[in-house]
């Protein structure tokens, strides 16, 4: 099974990267850098994944100089750090946490989505379109077939080792890392916009809404951390 890593227009008109109210995602990786010294990768992503900045800066540097990650971290305040689970972006966040203000690792805290979460809610909802065509097939005497997808869920491993292989000639690990995760992010927002694409072409599912760039609860997420804007830099 492929993943298409970049979302493009399509003939319903579903918004891809623009996402009103959503500032969009942010990722951190600790690992080594192209001279092999231990470093922090951030990268700042869309609401879909498209990469819009990215650093690579040495824990040595960061000590010598702590107000250039200050400054880059800054950029990340509005949004939600994305991970495959908490763990992973909670430490890269100790790692800095003495060199970054308070109120800014706290939002950064507590705006943190794990991959494992936003597929789950795309599957959710593909069940729940599922059921409507099944509940519409039933009481009809036309011949509806069944609701196809265009890209099946994927098992999260397959999904962690593809994005793997898609970046293993990155410039470091470091980078690598913070690539692949990139990558996941870009494929899990298509599989969204795939699953809507599908859903609207049936006349009788779009009484369910208008095809939406994201689901729900991850625009929701996205919306609230984007509403921090009273954070001022130091």
């Not at 492929?2 to 009103?20: I, K």
């Not at 966040?93 to 003495?98: K, M, N, P, S």
């Not at 729940?128 to 005497?141: D, G």
């Not at 470091?174 to 599989?191: D, G």
Request: charged share 25%.
């Amino acid at each position: 099974m492929s993943f298409g890593v970049e979302a493009s227009e399509n003939e319903l008109s579903v918004t891809v990267d623009y996402v009103p109210g959503a500032r969009g995602h942010g990722v951190l990786a600790v690992g080594l850098d192209s001279s092999g010294a231990d470093a922090l990768a951030v990268w700042r992503l869309s609401p879909t994944g498209r990469a819009g900045g990215a650093w690579v800066v040495r824990f040595d540097e960061i000590e010598r100089d702590p107000e250039q990650l200050r400054r880059i971290m800054w950029m990340m305040q509005d949004r939600c750090l994305v991970g495959w689970d908490e763990e992973a972006p909670t430490a890269a966040l100790a790692r800095i946490a003495e060199v970054l203000p308070a109120e800014l690792l706290t939002a950064l805290r507590c705006n943190i989505v794990t991959i494992p979460e936003l597929l789950a809610e795309i599957d959710e909802h593909r069940h729940v379109y599922a059921a409507a065509v099944e509940q519409h097939r039933a009481s009809t005497k036309s011949k509806i077939a069944r609701l196809a997808w265009p890209t099946e869920m994927p098992d999260q491993q397959e999904l962690a080792k593809w994005a793997a292989r898609a970046h293993s000639t990155a410039a470091s690990p470091v980078a690598a890392t913070a690539l692949a995760l990139t990558a996941v992010v870009a494929s899990t927002a298509q599989l969204w916009q795939d699953t809507e694409q599908a859903r609207y072409r049936r006349v009788y599912l779009r009484a369910l809404g208008d095809p939406q760039p994201l689901p729900p609860r991850w625009l929701a997420r996205l919306r609230r951390a984007a509403a921090r804007t009273s954070l001022v830099s130091a």
